[in-house]
């Protein structure tokens, strides 16, 4: 079973949680309670209420023994300030992070880091449509 | 004669005194405590070794005690000891009570003497026959359900398949 | 907003239950193997018929009950505080084929006292009872010590939030990994290793104190499940008493200490920090409730010899506060402490172990929350009006004393310590001294199995009864059992 660290309690960070939930140790930390409670008392892994920009909180969460992180966010800043963090300090083999503005793509790529943009994986499956 | 029988009669209490049951010892420790006592019942599990002696447990009246000797040779006549389909040894164990012994901290008796009244043996339990019947009984209705719930199985999955 | 349930909802708790009353019966093979194995044919009967009737429930709910809704929460609540009547209901039919219980009814006690790791007992000549029933009957505070939950979560794979409810209605609401299957991987995990840790350490000393090897291993294993399970079984009359062992005892100290703490805490030493031990909250409650209590034990016992002193006080005082209920004194012997040092037992067996432990009562946690909170308020108001003050604790991490975790901790000490009341004022009500009918309720509700006499086979049948409805309530912390009432209720609403 994998220990993984979700980031960002949205849409997004919902689901990943609730799939992931199913067959490995998820932690998901939200800087807002409600985001949290949206993900139902019975969810099976733990919630965490804090700021993900506060080094206590990540290491609250488990991030040293995590297997994977995903920022999801919102804010491509904040997510990649604290990829970067993550990579650098406690070597975690799977950062994962989405960004919004596509322009960013390039900048990312060098750290080490997978990003994922969702415009882009739209067109991308858009397009496997179209053939 | 009168005084005869006066002391035949004063014996006779006396030796009551002593072979009290064990029911009566643990429901008043202080007033044995200390006393010499007599017990009689069934030696049970084993003759168990400790530091400074050994240790027999004995059943009388539904109540256990430990009695605690070093000499492990007044054992030797003990034949049985009571466990499943085993019927100890009954024996009459004397010795003296202690409420709460200084040297082994809990409540015991110091053998004295121990006689062996009568010999154990093995008791086999045999299957009452309704036991026999309930185990056929509910064995068919066990299998039968499973069967329906097999196929019970089978058929959702014939109809999932059928379906897709 | 009342839940209301339908007829779906009763097929899928049903159908869940059927599925643990299988896993029942999977553990009725074992008790069976050892008749099997040790030639004990009346035995292999009581168990044969009690395991083919056993898996015919199962199959029967199964049958009847599809899984109509996905399995939640709720159907969670209602499946745990149901299962613990059935699987009790179920485990004193061997019992009562034994022919050592004097009515179904002693049987049904009793088999409820292993479930719920209580250790009450009404069984009659123990001493010659076979292997296979003493087998049974320690095994059933395995199973319930572990939680039959435990078991169900490697069954049930679909149900997503279902397992952790059923982890929450089994009154382990603290989660050692995110995932609760990991979770319970853990928990078996480490009882395994101290399964043959105490399987060794107990054999050993009974082999050398003169017991056949193959009997030793037996007792060696029955004697940890009764301690580390904090059950209190034991397969004499005499209880503990029997080995006059000393060594024994202090084994068996060793693992009633360790069920009686946090798995959580097992955790944390295990994979994390050592030091956990000095900084942890439950920890140090535990450490001062202990030592105050043996103290006051010990003033009321003054005047016998050290050896005793200890033995008899101090083994005690442990078996009480983890709730096991082993003794090593003589039958009538703990009825006639002195009220001070019998109080002090009370208390110990009040406040229990860990939570999310084998043990019952209040639970360190809570006691130390409330202590606490009233030491909080008592400072907040010598402090100047405007002052904001809120206390830390550390349990594993640093967590703030908020007021929710207070408001839980206050209620389930009120609800326990009316039960604890409750309980001992129907004694009464029969007749019995008040002090021993409050220790008996306590003893039941607190699940910890010492007794001072009442409970015996001839107690009347409606205490029998109400002492089986406290363990009951007790085992499961009355949340599960008052969701499943109101559950019900809403039924007779519509």
Known sequence: MKYIVIVGCGKSGRELAFELSKTDNVVVVDRSLKALESLGDDFNGKKLWGDALDINTLESAGIKEADAVFLLT???????????????????KGVILQVNDITKKRIFKEEGLTIVNRTYLIVEVLRKCLA | MKIKIIVLILCCTSLGAHAADLKAILSFPDKFNEQAVEIEGELIGELLKSTDGFWANILSDG??????????????????????????????ASGTFYKDCLVHGETDIHLQRLEVIKPGNVEVVSVLPFKRKLAKIFGIICLTLLAIYLIKLLVIRFKHGKRT | MIISPDR????????????LTLGLAAFMIIPLAVAFFKREASPFYDFLITFFATVSVGLLLLILFPLRKEASWMHAFFTVSG??????????????LSSHFLSFVDAWFESMSGFATTGLVLVQDLDHLSFSHNMWRHLTMFIGGQGIILASLSVLTKARGAAVGFYIGEARSEKILPNVVDTARFIWKVSFVYLILGTIMFS?????????????IFHAVWLFFASFDTGGFAPNAQNMAYYHSFPLEAAAIVF?????????????????SKKEIYKNFEMKTFFLTTFSLTAILYFGIKGIGNVAMFKKGFFQLISAHTGCGFTNLAWGELDKFPPLSLLAIIFAMMIGGGVCSTTGGIKLM?????????????????????????DKIHHLQDMVLSDKRIKDAFLFFVLFLITYVGGGVVGMFFGYDPMLSLFESVSATANVGLTVGITAPTMPLLLKLVYILQMWLGRLEFLSIFVAIGFIMSLFKK
């Open chain 3, 204 to 216: 050993t000393i009974l082999y050398f104190s003169g017991m056949n090897l193959d009997k030793s």
């Open chain 3, 8 to 19: 779906k909802d009763f097929s899928t708790i049903f159908n869940i239950l059927g599925r």
């Open chain 3, 256 to 272: 009633m200490i360790l069920g009686a703490f946090n798995f959580n805490l097992h955790f944390w030493i295990w994979m994390k």
């Open chain 1, 74 to 92: 919102g804010n491509d800043n904040i997510n990649l300030v604290v990829g970067k963090v993550v990579k650098r300090k406690y070597e975690t």
């Open chain 3, 366 to 390: 809570r006691v130390g929350i409330v202590f606490k909170a009233i030491f909080m308020e008592v400072k907040r108001w010598m402090m100047p009006f405007k002052s904001v003050y809120k």
């Open chain 3, 83 to 96: 299962g613990w009547i059935v699987f009790s209901l179920l485990g004193a039919i061997p019992l009562y």
């Open chain 2, 63 to 92: 109540l256990g005690i430990g009695f605690f000797t070093e000499n492990k040779t007044i054992f030797d006549k003990v034949s049985y000891w009571g466990a499943y389909q085993i019927q100890g040894d009954t024996v009459l």
